[in-house]
């Protein structure tokens, strides 16, 4: 019998080796990425979780794009170290790009082998997936797509402001940044205290003061 790590293991081979065959580069943390054009990457997390039932390998694949000089600049003004792929910029869940518009995990361990389970989910990451990033592989297409409400609102609220900057539109970077501190304007928990020190540093790179 295949242990959950034996399983881990093979699914993980499986995968890295099919999605390099689709031009994927196998990261760290079941993360791959591929080149885009200029500073985007494509990019794809396998989340996992294991232990359910039967002790099979639940894998939600998600799917999205990263814009580099975005990231970067972001944690310059959070005063942290940047990542070379980590986080992507926008991302999906790939069942919510699929037909049903649902989220769907691929079970590895059930009775269909490892390889099909495999071939199965990269086909869908280059059906679906693909496209997706596609769609969304400049930065002026990412920052429509946040403007139009997609991502996670608490991630787009710090990153909707700086994609504004970078296509030098101030006045929408200013405006998306108070929208997003309105928004927050009562909490004091932890993420919002981050949020207002971004804020603080994004106004000083704008050179603009808060008016209260």
């Not at 970067?72 to 070379?84: D, V």
């Amino acid at each position: 019998m295949v242990t959950s790590g034996g399983l881990v293991a093979e699914m993980s081979a499986a995968c890295r080796e099919r999605l390099a065959s689709a031009g994927f580069q196998a990261r760290a943390g079941g993360v791959f990425t591929r080149a885009v054009d200029g500073e985007v990457l494509g990019w794809l997390g396998l989340n996992r979780a294991v232990g359910g039932g039967g002790g099979l390998v639940e894998v939600n694949p998600v799917v999205g794009v990263r814009h580099q000089a975005l990231e970067a600049l972001i944690a310059e003004l959070l005063g942290a170290k940047p990542h070379r792929y980590v986080p992507a910029t926008l991302s999906s869940s790939l069942g919510y790009l699929m037909p049903a518009s649902r989220y769907r995990p691929w079970m590895f361990g059930a009775e269909a082998p490892v390889g099909v389970v495999a071939d199965e989910l990269v086909a869908a990451v280059v059906e679906y997936g693909m496209p997706y990033v596609q769609r969304h592989g400049s930065l002026t297409a990412i920052v429509e797509a946040m403007a139009r409400g997609e991502g996670v609102r608490e991630f787009v609220a710090v990153r909707l402001p700086v994609g504004y900057l970078l296509l030098g539109e101030a006045q929408r970077a200013l405006g998306a940044l108070e929208a997003s501190e309105s928004a927050i304007a009562h909490r004091q928990d932890l993420a919002a205290q981050r949020f207002r020190g971004f804020a603080a540093a994004f106004r000083r790179r704008l050179n603009v003061s808060r008016g209260d």
